[in-house]
């Protein structure tokens, strides 16, 4: 198969439940052209080393394939200011620090780890509505509702404005769907686009006239060293904030609960030993990554990596999940060891723009993955594999329906 | 319970920060410090910090580790013998109960030596980790003095502490110690390491108030002088200890003075131009710089109470508190008479850290690590260094355990590229490679009026190591760089170019190396019968066929 037959297979959706094997042809080269010059990067190596390259620049206004595509990542698309994530220094640094400054250290070091009891609280209701239910839907009776809970609370989005994201949250997903034409995508991306830019800066108006104890308060009205970050970054950076920070968690969280049932003595090794479930979900960020990878990386010059030349000016895409099954990083990758020594991997990228909510999403996939073991009576996959969301990127199970005798 | 973070790893991602705060603090942009001694009600959440760092940087003791215990008992396992019965049943004396002796021992652990293991220190103290000495516990933010390192796995040694190694007998293979006894020994390993170099007036530096910052006690000392308000405190000396302590003082509030006599803070380490540049930072926090200045005197009261301090700027200080931070002596005392090759630059041995006797053959049996060692340094024109940083310690004891029990065709150079660094005034210094090498300096990325940027350094047009102020996560892109000799300065296009990359002079010292200072003695004429002797003039012994030259050897002795 060449390169750019490989790559289509993984984004075709049929190949959604596993795309493992298509990973491991891809990392027989380890850095590869495809036809339209762009290049993919899946071996862990060359992707670690790239993160931390000054040469590459994750300005998207450089990339030829996202200028092409009228794309952005997340939270930003066209017409949308961008953010720090695909900013470049020193501006994504003033940008992150700005954000930083009331989410965590060193300005605010405890907020995240302040949520354990709320979190706890909501996982525990959660579980306890499955009361009386023999099945009962991990997505969307556990996994959705315990990030996307966490990131209103967070950010000061009332509970009853989920259902007006979410529609379009979906939309802007959808639109990443490789299946779509182009035009179709960019509509798509355009119309949720205004839809979420119109909410959010609904939003931030009123947190700036009546601030609450919340991040969008506190960036709408703080005025740190730095100075206030200007209104349209702010409802973009809002935005990404929003999305990237429940998104990416369902799929931690349910893929955590498949792979658990997938390996029932893991399961009940969990079930005696709660704090298993630390370096457990550093192991699922390796295993089974909620972002498969990083699109729209550029080159501002020539880069030798891996006997190849990667020319200036090229579109890299840094193969996340690849890099993390790579068996010259780690010793029998395709296995699910929850207890991996040294467990260094892509889950949350790395170099500067390391996952920003990372410690949140650990977090959450803690709590909520030791509830599912503990509590869960007996639980039984219904579907092997489970229906997968479209999305290649931002890969997961769309529904993870299975039986239980009960909870406890 | 106790945590050790390798800070040379860190990358400031402050994950651990987010999941343990109690435990872990961000300074800064990016500067970690930590608790090494927490409560055992934080150990999920330290758990969870150790699981999340993303370069596994943080080490913490396993739970059935026993709070400071030491185990006594050697143990003897069953194990394939691939070193022969050496590896099974020999004897291993590590002299110097350190982090270089400590990570020896674990690894020696590792590697399969189930023979008996000895581990004698002259301080009183189980190993301790020292660079929280100069940072969070002077600050108080730390609530113990005591930074006991953790231990890894149970080592299944027996330590003789509290007692100096005084002499060592390489003829009958024997160690002798302070009190008397004697161990012998199949194998040693020299970790003795550093002392703090005093102040050289023995009436001034006898002052209460005027102390040198290396070990836990001197910690303590200062700690509660700074404590009791002094009305100023005088820093002798602005490399790393110095400008940490300076940080520290502004930190609390106290009024500090640094007084050094090159042109500016840390140009032994990272040159001029960017030692200027640490001098804005101190001069921004408050401190009160002088540069080009030594002091004179330091008086005190009736009572030996230093009170007073007389610069060679003409002014006198109302001080009630001096740091003489004038680097280190190497502990080689002991050594003396042991045929090693030896002396103020150190131990020198082969990059497999073999310690070379006096005629420069290497021994087999004899080892060295940590900041005493001086080695061959190939990527850098095979000078012999002594690298007397942390991270140095441990690399180095890794790969000497490793060749102690390996076959002559299975042993390790070390050739690890030296890293280093320190928090001052809620900066991260970090560097790779060695500066020092330099003739030339480039500053890259980022902006030197923010104090966030990275200077390259080049020797004769190649990259030799780069310096990261708040910007080391892009250290792991330059360090290959320094390995395959890049050109410098570099050429390519990056983020964040710096508007004035042009490469300027580093601003070292040209510095002769102390091992020319070695009087060596050869005798003899035929091969068979030639041999070479050091002679040791700090014992009043001079070279037999010289006159003796007292000028030349009271230079070597001032500091």
């Known amino acids: 198969m060449t390169q750019d037959s490989i790559w289509e297979q993984i984004l075709d959706y049929s190949n959604r439940a596993n795309p493992y094997p298509f990973y491991a042809e891809l990392r027989r080269t380890p850095v590869a052209r495809l036809q339209d010059g762009a290049y993919l990067v899946s071996g862990y190596a060359e992707i670690a080393s790239l993160l931390h390259d000054p040469r590459v620049s994750s300005d998207i206004s450089h990339n030829p394939v996202a200028a092409d595509a009228g794309a952005g990542e997340d939270g930003d698309g066209p017409g949308m200011t961008p953010t720090f994530l695909s900013m470049d220094p020193p501006d994504h640094d003033k940008f992150r620090r700005i954000t930083m400054r009331h989410f965590g250290p060193p300005t605010t070091p405890g907020r995240v780890a302040g949520m354990e009891p709320r979190m706890t609280e909501i996982v525990t209701e959660l579980i306890d509505k499955m009361e009386g239910s023999t099945r009962v839907d991990v997505v969307d009776d556990l996994a959705y509702p315990l990030p996307v809970t966490i990131i209103c609370e967070l950010l000061g989005v009332a509970p009853g404005d989920e259902h007006r994201f979410r529609t379009w949250v979906d939309l802007a997903l959808q639109s990443t769907d490789p299946g779509l034409d182009p035009e179709t995508q960019q509509k798509k991306r355009a119309e949720a686009g205004k839809e979420l830019r119109a909410f959010m800066e609904e939003l931030v108006e009123a947190h700036r006239k009546a601030p609450g104890n919340d991040l969008l308060s506190a960036l709408a009205t703080d005025d740190g060293p730095e100075g206030r970050m200007p209104p349209e970054q702010l409802v973009s950076t809002g935005l990404l904030l929003l999305i990237a920070g429940h998104e990416t968690t369902v799929n931690l969280i349910s893929n955590g609960a498949l792979t658990l049932l997938r390996h029932p003595h893991e399961l009940q090794r969990l079930r005696e030993d709660p704090d298993l479930v630390i370096p457990m979900v550093e192991e699922l960020l390796r295993y089974e990554p909620p972002v498969h990878f990083v699109p729209f990386r550029t080159t501002l010059d020539d880069i030798d990596i891996a006997g190849t030349t990667i020319p200036a000016g090229a579109s890299l895409t840094l193969v996340l999940a690849a890099g993390n099954r790579d068996p010259a990083h780690v010793t029998d990758p395709d296995c699910f060891m929850p207890e991996r020594p040294d467990n260094q991997h892509l889950g949350f990228g790395g170099g500067i723009h390391l996952c920003f909510g990372a410690p949140l999403a650990r977090l959450e996939a803690q709590i909520a993955l030791t509830a599912f073991a503990r509590r869960l009576e007996n639980p039984r996959l219904v579907s092997d594999p489970p229906p997968y969301r479209p999305s290649p990127f931002l890969r997961g199970p769309s529904h993870l329906p299975i039986d239980i005798d009960g909870i406890r | ?559």
């Open chain 2, 1 to 559: 319970m106790r945590i050790v973070v390798d800070l040379t790893k860190c990358q400031g991602y402050a994950q651990c920060a987010f999941l343990a705060p109690d435990v872990f603090t961000i300074q800064g942009d990016e500067a970690l410090s930590y608790d090494p001694h927490p409560e055992r009600t934080q150990l999920t959440k330290i758990r969870r910090a150790a699981a999340a760092c993303p370069v596994q940087a943080i080490r913490l003791e396993p739970p059935d580790a026993l709070d400071g215990a030491l185990h006594p008992d050697p143990r003897h396992g069953t194990i394939e013998d691939n070193g022969g019965t050496f590896k099974k049943t020999g004897r291993i004396v590590i002299v110097g109960a350190s982090i270089a002796g400590l990570r020896a021992a674990e690894r020696l652990r590792e590697e399969g030596f189930t023979g008996a293991l000895t581990l004698v220190g002259e301080e009183p103290h189980e190993p301790y980790d020292r660079p929280p000495l100069s940072k969070q516990v002077l600050a108080g933010s730390a609530p113990l003095e005591d930074t006991s390192l953790p231990r890894l796995r149970d080592i299944g040694a027996t330590w003789r502490l509290g007692v100096a190694a005084t002499s060592l007998d390489l003829a009958t293979k024997e160690l002798h110690l302070a009190d008397g006894s004697r161990i012998g020994f199949d194998k040693l390993l020299i970790a003795t390491g550093l002392r703090a170099r005093p102040w050289p007036n023995t009436e001034e530096a006898a002052l209460a108030g005027v102390l040198t910052l290396r070990t836990r006690e001197d910690s303590a000392t200062l700690r509660q002088l700074l404590a009791g308000h002094p009305r100023r405190v005088l820093v002798i000396g602005a490399g790393f200890i110095g400008c940490e302590v300076a940080s520290v003082c502004r930190e609390l509030g106290l009024p500090v003075t640094v007084a050094e006599a090159g042109p500016a803070p840390l140009v032994a380490a990272l040159g001029s131009a960017i030692g200027v540049i640490a001098g804005e930072l101190q001069i921004e926090n408050g401190v009160d710089l002088r540069c080009g200045v030594r002091v004179t005197a330091l008086q005190g009261d009736a009572t030996g109470q230093l009170r007073r301090a007389v610069l060679s700027d003409g002014t006198a200080l109302e001080v009630d508190v001096a740091v003489a931070a004038l680097g280190s002596i190497r502990n080689v005392e002991w050594l003396a008479d042991s045929g090693l090759a030896c002396g103020v630059w150190g131990v020198a041995c082969d990059a497999g850290c073999r310690a070379f006797d006096a005629n420069g053959l290497v021994t087999d049996d004899v080892f060295v690590a940590g900041d005493i060692a001086r080695a061959p340094q190939p990527m850098y024109g095979y000078q012999y260094l002594a690298v007397e940083h942390w991270g140095n310690a441990i690399s180095q004891a890794e790969v000497a355990a490793h060749n102690m029990v390996s076959q002559e065709t299975e042993r390790w150079p070390h050739l690890t590229v030296p890293k280093f660094w320190s928090v001052q005034f809620g900066i991260e210094i970090k560097s790779v490679g060695v500066p020092s090498a330099a003739d030339e300096v480039a500053i890259v990325q980022g902006s030197v009026t923010e104090k966030r940027f990275l200077a390259v350094y080049g020797y004769k047009g190649r990259v030799v190591a780069a310096v990261a102020f708040n910007q080391n996560k892009w250290l792991d892109f330059y360090e290959p760089l320094i390995e395959q000799a890049a050109p410098f300065p570099p050429q390519f296009h990056h983020i964040d170019e710096s508007s004035d990359a042009r490469p300027v002079p580093a601003g070292f010292k040209p510095a002769a190396s102390p091992t020319q200072d070695a009087t060596v003695v050869v005798t003899g004429h035929d091969p068979n019968e030639r041999r070479a002797r050091l002679t040791n003039p700090d014992a009043g012994e001079t070279p037999s066929r010289r006159p003796a030259e007292p000028g030349a050897r009271t230079k070597e002795r001032s500091p």
